[in-house]
């Protein structure tokens, strides 16, 4: 059975942020990256609000570098433009080299509405890994917090 | 977690793991710390440590301060000198946040003067230093005003009228690194850092009014050298760095070096966190540029952090801030690679020192140090978590044996989950009031993942960077009031 898509925070290393994230897709999988990012950034991810949107088309030379890119867009909306997003449609190619095509949705930081948490500074390349997991996949990333 | 059975000690607070640890390395590595900090250091700090020790150019060894833990390709609390012609640069040996660092500045004001009024002064701090996600900077430049900030750092905030021109001799390289270009740095970079001039971040960024506490001095002669001059003497410290621009051109040049590694210069990757490009190349010298350049924001970003702190006291007590004594003892940057000089046995070298969770350290007599503390050394501020306190520490002849470099902080020894887990941030708020340290935070969560427990133990990390004749400890100075992200 594929696994259901989500993320959890990992408390075994001692510095900063680490996740795992699965899904049944690669795109399940990215989209709940996504989320963990999210969740690290704001205490109340589900007050979120979808009506802004940025199209999105990436390309790196591998699936693991593709993924960085893709968080650390996030973040860059974040600083730059004040906008937390998710992605609200996700097409994901892996490949050498792989691409990713979608659209992300969300809204700009409200202090009044938003309980903020951290401030991410970029997903790193430490540990990065995607694998399959049961008929899955499955990821593990680490923000610098 | 135990250290490698390799690992053999040198002295009374240093230890080294010899080049056969692991395949490839070119100099050995070396550990300073206590024979408990260093027990406690994660296994990923030596495997990190023997990484670097196998980058091209490096010289000496690969150094693992008092206070290391692991991090992103270098581990935090590392050193690594190059030689500028054969060697590296690695945006993994200096750290997402370019030119973190820290500022210490003392005042004539004592605790009894200061306690009524400290909720004033923590909640006006709190108004006029913004911190946490999405805030955004006091200061308004557009895009090519921005650029004048990567090119001149502090120096630019003074001209601006944000700090007196006595606050860049004190500032480490004068507030501005030579060598930044503008050019070197994406759009992008400018355009996550330039509404953040005059901003704190979070994580473990803090601003903090302490106190200088009878138990708490070391050295009295090099204290007062430092401006440390009366008992229950208050000061303020704080820790920030480069911000969102800093973060971007990281990333930026992560990426590039990935790609450029194996196709470009032959390198292989061994862990995609310790990307790095030859120091001679044109990717390698627009690296340094655009480091050069975060260096200079994070300098302007804490001259307009000061000042805003000499307005609120100026406010609160109702005297300027020149009469309140309010000066700028030092400021000094952990996370950075530069171009030294170094004079030994076998004449001058010029090296290229990164330091990434270290801090410079000079010794007294150093041509590089401001005229003031030419007799006293560099002033070294370690920081360390709100319950525990910081340190004021001063250079020494013997840091010559690394490169003049000591500790920069106390080091995480727990995940922020964990932390997360076992208090709630509303109790350690009352817990911190309760020993009459007042705290506001963007944030409670964030202010949870930054208990006192979740560090190593300052005091230790101090004396161990003593005992390992990096500095010599000078203050320990106690928190009061807070503000966090």
Redesign the interface.
């Known amino acids: 059975m594929s696994p259901a898509a989500g993320f959890e925070?990992?408390?075994?290393?001692?510095?900063?942020?680490?996740f795992v994230a699965r899904g049944a897709t690669l795109e399940e999988a990215f989209a709940a990256a996504a989320e963990a990012l999210l969740a690290a950034?704001l205490?109340n991810p589900e007050v979120l609000r979808q009506g802004l949107r940025r199209p999105l088309a990436l390309e790196e030379?591998d699936l693991?570098?593709l993924l960085?890119?893709f968080l650390?867009e996030l973040?860059?909306l974040?600083?730059?433009?004040?906008l937390l997003l998710r992605p609200e449609r996700l097409r994901v190619e892996p490949g050498e080299p792989a691409r990713l095509e979608g659209e992300l949705a969300g809204e700009r930081?409200d202090?009044g509405r938003h309980?903020?948490?951290?401030?991410v500074?970029?997903a790193?390349?430490?540990r990065?890994r995607i694998g399959p997991r049961d008929g899955g996949f499955e990821l593990e990333v680490?923000l610098?917090? | 977690m135990a250290p490698p059975p390799s690992l053999r000690r040198l002295g009374p607070a240093s230890f080294e793991l010899p080049q056969g640890f692991r395949p490839g390395m070119r100099v050995p590595v070396r550990v300073f710390g206590s024979e408990k900090l260093v027990a406690e250091m994660?296994d990923e700090v030596f495997r990190q440590a023997a990484n670097v020790a196998t980058l091209p150019g490096i010289v000496e060894a690969s150094y693992c301060m008092p206070d290391a833990?692991?991090?992103?390709?270098f581990p935090?609390g590392a050193v690594a000198a190059m030689d500028p012609r054969s060697g590296v640069i690695s945006p993994g040996g200096i750290g997402?946040?370019i030119n973190c660092g820290m500022r210490l500045a003392r005042t004539d004001l004592t605790w009894p003067e200061v306690q009524p009024r400290l909720a004033a002064l923590v909640d006006a701090l709190f108004a006029r230093v913004p911190t946490?996600?999405?805030a955004r900077g006091t200061v308004d430049v557009d895009a090519e005003e921005f650029r004048e900030v990567l090119t001149l750092g502090a120096r630019w905030a003074v001209r601006r009228g944000y700090g007196t021109p006595e606050d860049l001799l004190t500032t480490e390289s004068g507030g501005s690194f030579e060598g930044a270009r503008p050019e070197a740095v994406s759009e992008?970079a400018i355009?996550?850092?330039l509404h953040?001039i005059g901003t704190l971040?979070?994580?473990n960024h803090y601003l903090e009014i302490q106190v200088l506490r009878p138990g708490g001095l070391f050295d009295a002669d090099l204290a007062r050298g430092f401006g440390l001059d009366r008992p229950e003497q208050v000061v303020v410290m704080f820790h920030c760095g480069s911000r969102?621009f800093g973060?971007?051109v990281?990333?930026d040049y992560?990426?590039l070096f990935?790609?450029a590694m194996p196709r470009q210069y032959g390198l292989p990757v061994i862990?995609?966190?310790l990307?790095c490009a030859p120091f001679a190349s044109p990717d390698g010298q627009d690296y340094f540029a655009a480091m050069c350049c975060a260096a200079n924001m994070s300098f302007a970003n804490r001259q307009v952090i000061l000042h805003r702190v000499r307005e609120v006291f100026s406010d609160v007590f109702g005297r300027s801030a020149e009469e309140l004594g309010i000066r700028c003892v030092y400021d000094v940057s952990h996370n950075t690679a530069r171009l030294e000089s170094f004079r030994d046995g076998r004449g001058e070298r010029r090296l290229l020192v990164h330091r990434k969770g270290a801090t410079r350290a000079l010794p007294p007599g150093h041509p590089d140090l401001p005229p003031a503390y030419r007799e006293t050394g560099q002033p070294v501020i370690i920081g360390g978590s709100m319950e525990t306190g910081s340190y004021l520490l001063a250079g020494v002849e013997s840091g010559g044996g690394c490169f003049f470099s000591t500790a920069h902080g106390s080091g995480?020894?727990?995940?922020?989950?964990?932390a997360r887990?076992l208090v709630r941030g509303r109790d350690l708020e009352k817990k911190l009031a309760q020993r009459g340290i007042r705290v506001r935070a963007?944030?409670r969560?964030?202010l949870a993942?930054e208990a006192g427990f979740a560090y190593k133990d300052v005091d230790e990390v101090a004396e161990a960077a003593e005992r390992a004749g990096l500095s010599r400890r000078v203050a320990h100075l106690l928190p009061v009031g807070n503000i966090k992200?």
């Open positions: 925070f990992l408390d075994s290393v001692t510095s900063d942020l680490s950034t205490e030379p693991e570098l960085l890119r650390n973040v860059y974040r600083d730059a433009e004040h930081i202090r309980r903020l948490a951290g401030e500074k970029a790193t390349a430490h990065l680490t610098d917090v | 994660d833990h692991w991090g992103y390709g935090i997402f946040d946490g996600v999405g992008r355009e996550r850092g953040q971040g979070s994580g969102g973060h971007q990281a990333t992560l990426q990935l790609r862990d995609r966190q990307a995480r020894t727990m995940s922020r989950t964990r887990k963007a944030s969560r964030g993942e992200g």
